[in-house]
Every structure is written in structure tokens, then in C-alpha cells.
């Protein structure tokens, strides 16, 4: 079945510091989303990116879905220790009905 | 408006044991989706229902069943758990394309 490969799987970083998680798929994605989990708590829709090439940006975050829509990545400029958390991307499959979503990268900040 | 509830929160069960973890949505959403979470797994897609009436297997639905009781509700059997079914569940509804997920249940069996 399609899977997505997300890397890396944990991040450290110091505050300040940029990060950058990256979503690989062997196939053409329709669409990618992207989600985001504190800790002990539930994944939460971020954005979704539709189009070759898009780039969208909310805040300190830039989304980008790649020229041949296989590959997404989401890059935080000048962590917080808000941004601390689990950062899943996920691809939509059969119609919209399905998600399948990647391994996520665990984000932990150093104040 | 509560968005999605799940009960119980958290639970222990005995190998062989059975129970039902509840799902509930107050916005009208017509599809409705249970997955499993397990570390460096991401999630994983158990079940779901693209209406009510109607449920469909996901990537790991062995062990599992499921019952869309009405549009509002989706629940989630496990007749007889095992160790390996130890995992934190969600439930989650969608329009458009955003999926809104409940808070979880912390299932450990024993």
C-alpha cells in the first residue's frame, strides 16, 4: 500500500534554532497534510497542500510540497518551546476517504 | 460543541478480555475514523466509515471490530485483547479534508 517515510524521527534542538522535518513518498500524492501532536495530547490539522511547488507559510512555519508532489517538507524558523511536539505529515488516499500518515518527528527544545 | 469525546480515557484489561471504546461527534461529520498509535509507528488506521451505515477495514483492522451506531457515534470492539493491542486509540471525524481528533484512550493489556 502507499506509505510515506518521514524523517528524521527526533529532533533536538536549542532554542532559537531552526528545525526542518521532511515526508517522502515513492508515489505522486495527490495532496499532503501536516499535523501536529503536543505531548499527551491529539494530533491537530496544521495546513494541507494541494499544488506542485506550493508553499504556504503560518507564522514561523513554512510548508512546501514538492515539484513532483512526492515529497513535503515543514520548516520552523527560531524554535519556541511552543513549537515542542510531535510533527506528522500524512497523504490522502482513495478519494479523500483515507489517510496514511508518516512515522512523525518528535521536536524537543532546549529552553 | 465538544467536537469529539472519547471515553474511557484510560483503561487496564486482562489478556482475553473484552470492551467497547466510545466515540462521539457533535459536528455533523460524515466520515468518522479509529486508529492506533504505538511509538515510532505514527498513526495507524484501524477503521473507519465513510457514512453512517457503512465501515470499512484500514491498515491494521485484526483483532478489531467496529459499529457506526448512528451519525454521531463510532465504536471500536476489541472482543478478546491481547498484549500486542496495549496502544493509545483515537477517533477522529472529517469534512472537507481537516481530520478533528478526540483526546484518546490509553488501552494496556496485560
Known amino acids: 500500500g502507499q506509505q510515506v517515510m518521514q524523517i528524521p524521527q527526533y529532533q533536538h534542538v536549542q532554542e532559537g534554532e531552526d528545525f526542518t522535518t521532511y515526508c517522502n513518498s515513492s508515489?505522486?500524492?495527490?495532496?499532503i497534510q501536516w499535523y501536529k501532536q503536543r505531548p499527551g495530547g491529539h494530533p491537530v490539522f496544521l495546513i494541507q497542500?494541494?499544488?506542485?511547488?506550493e508553499v504556504k507559510k503560518q507564522k514561523r512555519l513554512t510548508f512546501q510540497f514538492g515539484e513532483a508532489k512526492k515529497n513535503s517538507s515543514l520548516h520552523i524558523t527560531a524554535t519556541q518551546t511552543t513549537d515542542v511536539g510531535t510533527y506528522f505529515c500524512?497523504?490522502?488516499?482513495?478519494?479523500?476517504?483515507?489517510?496514511?500518515f508518516g512515522q512523525g518527528t518528535r521536536l524537543t527544545i532546549n529552553p | 460543541n465538544a467536537g469529539v469525546t472519547q471515553t474511557p480515557k484510560f483503561q487496564v484489561l486482562k489478556t482475553g478480555q473484552s470492551m467497547t471504546l466510545q466515540c462521539a461527534q457533535d459536528m455533523n461529520h460524515n466520515s468518522m475514523y479509529w486508529y492506533r498509535q504505538d511509538p515510532g509507528m505514527g498513526l495507524r488506521l484501524i477503521y473507519y466509515?465513510?457514512?453512517?451505515?457503512?465501515?470499512d477495514k484500514g491498515e491494521v483492522p485484526n483483532g478489531y471490530n467496529v459499529s457506526r451506531l448512528n451519525k454521531r457515534e463510532f465504536s471500536l470492539r476489541l472482543e478478546s485483547a491481547a498484549p500486542s493491542q496495549t496502544s493509545v486509540y483515537f477517533c477522529a471525524s472529517r469534512t472537507g479534508y481537516e481530520q478533528y481528533f478526540g483526546p484518546g484512550t490509553r488501552l494496556t493489556v496485560t
Open positions: 500524512a497523504a490522502i488516499i482513495q478519494g479523500a476517504q483515507k489517510l496514511v
Open positions: 497542500l494541494v499544488k506542485s511547488g
Open positions: 466509515s465513510a457514512s453512517e451505515g457503512t465501515t
Open positions: 508515489t505522486t500524492l495527490s495532496n
